[in-house]
C-alpha cells in the first residue's frame, strides 16, 4: 500500500454510506411504510376526533404532518428519471398522490370542524393493512 | 437532615428533569416501530447515566473541580481542545432541537405555528436565566417536569402484559429493519448519556459547595433519580408500543407521537403529551444554555456562576445569550425537530468516547478523588455501554443519516 491510497475497509464504509438508501427497493419499501403510517394516523386521528378526544386544531396538524411525510416520500421517487421509470414506481407515485390528496381533504374538513366529512372520508378511505 | 432532604429534593427533580425532547422521541419511535424489544437499551444507557452521575458529583464533591476544568487541567488545553469544541457543537444542536421542542409543545397546544414560537421561547429562556439563581432554575423546572409521570401512569392504565416487558429487557437483534434498530439504539443512548448532563452536574455541585460528605446522598440521587428517569423514559416507549405500533403509526413527526396518550387520558391526552413535551424541553434547554456557558467560562478561564448579578460576570451571561440565539437561528432556517433530535442524539454517541475517557481516567487518579476512584463494576459497565453505542454509531449512523428517509 503506497502513502495517499485510500484504505479497502473506510472507501467500502463510505460507499456503503453514499449508496444506503438510495437503490429503488430502498425508496420503494420507505413510501410503503410512510403511506401505511400516514393512513393510520389518518384514522386514529379522525376517530379520536369524532369521540371528542382531540380538537379540530390538532387534527389538521396531524393531517398535515402525515402528509408532509408522504410528500416526502413522493418527491423522493421522482426525482430521478430512472427510477421513475419503474413501472413499481409509478405505481407508487400515484398511490401515494391518492392518499396525499385524502390527507389534504381531511385538514380542509379539520379547518372547518367538520367531522362529519372527515369520518366520511376516513371511511372512505381503504384501511392500511395489518402491519 | 438538611442532606436527606436534599437528596429526596434531588431524586424528585432527577425524575422530573429526565425527559425531554431526545428520550421523548427516540423511545416514542422505538416503541412504535419495535414495541418492547428497545427496553433493554433505555436499561443499559440509565444505567450507564446513573454511574457517570454519580462520578461527576463525586469528581466535584471531593476535588472542586467541575469536568471542564478537571479535563483542562489534567491533560492540557490542546487535549482538551477536541472534547471542548465537540462539546461546543454537540450541545448548540441539542439546544436547538430542546427549542425545536418547546415550539412544537406550544403548537400542539395552540394549534398553528412553529417558527413563530422560536423568538417568544429563546426571549422566555433568557429572561429565566437572567432572573433566576441556580437552585430556582434547575429544580423548579425538574418539579414542573413531574407532568412526564402522566406517561407512568398511562402504563398502569393500560396494562401491558408483564411477560412481555420482561423479554423486552434481554437485548435481541429482530427480524426486520436491523440497520434501523441499532439506529435506534444508537439513538436512545445519545438522548440518555447526554456529556453535558455531566458538567452541568459538576458545576451544580461546586455552585451548592459539596464537600466529601455529599458522597453518600450525591450516590442516591445518581441510582434513585436516574432509575426512576430511566423508568419514565420507558414508559413512553411502553405507551407508544402499546398505542402506536398496533395501528402500525410510525413516529414521523410529533404530532403522531401525541396520539399515544389519547387512549389512556381521552381529551387530556394531547395537553399532556405537549406540557410533558415543553416543560421537558424548556428544562433541558436552561440546563444546556448554562452548560454552554459554564464549559466556555470554565475552558476559557473565565469567572463563572448562575449565583452572581449578571453585570459581576458579563462574558458568562453573553456566552448563554449567544448560544441561546444561534440555537434559535438553527430552528429558524425550518429545520426538521424531530430529525435534528435524531441527528444530535446519534452525533452524541459518535463523539461519546472523546468526553467519557477522559472523565473515567479523572475518575481514577488519586489526585483527583483521593480513596474515592472507581470500582470495577462503574468502570466495566461505562466502558461497555460506550463502547458498544460508538460501534453500533459508526456502522449505522452515517447509512441512516446518507440514506435515511
Not at chain 2, 444505567?47 to 454519580?54: P, V, Y
Not at chain 2, 492540557?76 to 472534547?83: A, D, K, M
Not at chain 2, 450525591?218 to 436516574?226: C, F, P, T
Request: aromatic letters at 8%; glycine letters at 8%; hydrophobic letters at 55%.
Amino acid at each position: 500500500m503506497y502513502k495517499g491510497r485510500l484504505p479497502a475497509l473506510p472507501a467500502i464504509l463510505i460507499l456503503a454510506a453514499l449508496t444506503a438508501g438510495c437503490g429503488v427497493e430502498s425508496m420503494l419499501d420507505d413510501a410503503r411504510k410512510g403511506r401505511l403510517s400516514a393512513l393510520a394516523t389518518a384514522q386514529a386521528t379522525t376517530e379520536a376526533w369524532a369521540r371528542g378526544q382531540v380538537s379540530p386544531k390538532f387534527a389538521r396538524l396531524a393531517f398535515s404532518a402525515a402528509r408532509t411525510r408522504v410528500e416526502k416520500d413522493r418527491a423522493r421517487l421522482a426525482r430521478r428519471d430512472e427510477v421513475a421509470a419503474d413501472d413499481r414506481v409509478r405505481s407508487m407515485l400515484a398511490e401515494l398522490e391518492r392518499v396525499s390528496a385524502r390527507l389534504a381533504q381531511l385538514a380542509t374538513a379539520a379547518e372547518h370542524s367538520d367531522v362529519s366529512t372527515a369520518a366520511a372520508l376516513a371511511r372512505d378511505t381503504p384501511p392500511p393493512p395489518e402491519p | 437532615m438538611k442532606k436527606l432532604m436534599n437528596a429526596t429534593l434531588g431524586v424528585v427533580t432527577s425524575i422530573g428533569g429526565f425527559i425531554e425532547v431526545g428520550s421523548i422521541s427516540t423511545s416514542a419511535q422505538a416503541g412504535a416501530v419495535f414495541g418492547f424489544e428497545l427496553l433493554w437499551a433505555v436499561a443499559a444507557a440509565t444505567a450507564c447515566l446513573a454511574f457517570l452521575t454519580e462520578m461527576a458529583g463525586r469528581l466535584a464533591a471531593v476535588s472542586k473541580h467541575t469536568v471542564a476544568d478537571a479535563v483542562r487541567e489534567r491533560f492540557g488545553w490542546t487535549f482538551y481542545c477536541v472534547p471542548f469544541t465537540a462539546e461546543l457543537v454537540l450541545d448548540t444542536l441539542v439546544l436547538a432541537a430542546e427549542i425545536g421542542g418547546v415550539c412544537v409543545a406550544v403548537r400542539l397546544l395552540a394549534g398553528f405555528g412553529l417558527a413563530v414560537w422560536v423568538l417568544p421561547v429563546v426571549a422566555l429562556a433568557w429572561l429565566l436565566l437572567w432572573s433566576l439563581p441556580f437552585g430556582a432554575i434547575e429544580k423548579g423546572a425538574a418539579l414542573l417536569g413531574l407532568v412526564t409521570l402522566s406517561f407512568v401512569w398511562a402504563v398502569f392504565r393500560l396494562q401491558p402484559q408483564p411477560g412481555a416487558l420482561f423479554s423486552g429487557l434481554v437485548p435481541s437483534l429482530p427480524g426486520h429493519d436491523r440497520p434501523q434498530y441499532l439506529f435506534f439504539v444508537v439513538s436512545i443512548l445519545g438522548a440518555t448519556i447526554s456529556p453535558y448532563l455531566l458538567n452541568f452536574y459538576a458545576s451544580g455541585a461546586v455552585e451548592d459547595k459539596w464537600d466529601e460528605s455529599h458522597i453518600t446522598p450525591n450516590r442516591i440521587v445518581a441510582a434513585l433519580g436516574m432509575g426512576f428517569g430511566g423508568m419514565v423514559s420507558a414508559s413512553v416507549l411502553i405507551v407508544a408500543a402499546i398505542v402506536l405500533q398496533p395501528r402500525g403509526i410510525a413516529v414521523d413527526s410529533y404530532e403522531q407521537a401525541a396520539l399515544m396518550l389519547v387512549p389512556a387520558f381521552a381529551k387530556w391526552g394531547v395537553p399532556l403529551f405537549a406540557l410533558s413535551l415543553g416543560i421537558g424541553c424548556l428544562g433541558a434547554a436552561l440546563e444546556l444554555s448554562l452548560n454552554l456557558a459554564y464549559t466556555v467560562s470554565q475552558g476559557l478561564g473565565w469567572n463563572w456562576s448562575e449565583e452572581l448579578k449578571p453585570r459581576r460576570e458579563a462574558r458568562f451571561t453573553l456566552a448563554y445569550l449567544a448560544v441561546l440565539a444561534l440555537s434559535g437561528l438553527l430552528m429558524l432556517t425550518g429545520i426538521n425537530p424531530l430529525r435534528l433530535t435524531l441527528v444530535s442524539m446519534s452525533l452524541t454517541v459518535v463523539f461519546l468516547p472523546l468526553f467519557v475517557f477522559p472523565f473515567l481516567v479523572l475518575l481514577n487518579d488519586r489526585r483527583y478523588v483521593k480513596q474515592h476512584v472507581n470500582g470495577w463494576l462503574a468502570n466495566g459497565v461505562v466502558v461497555a455501554v460506550v463502547v458498544m453505542g460508538f460501534l453500533m454509531a459508526l456502522a449505522v449512523v452515517p447509512l441512516q443519516l446518507l440514506g435515511g428517509s
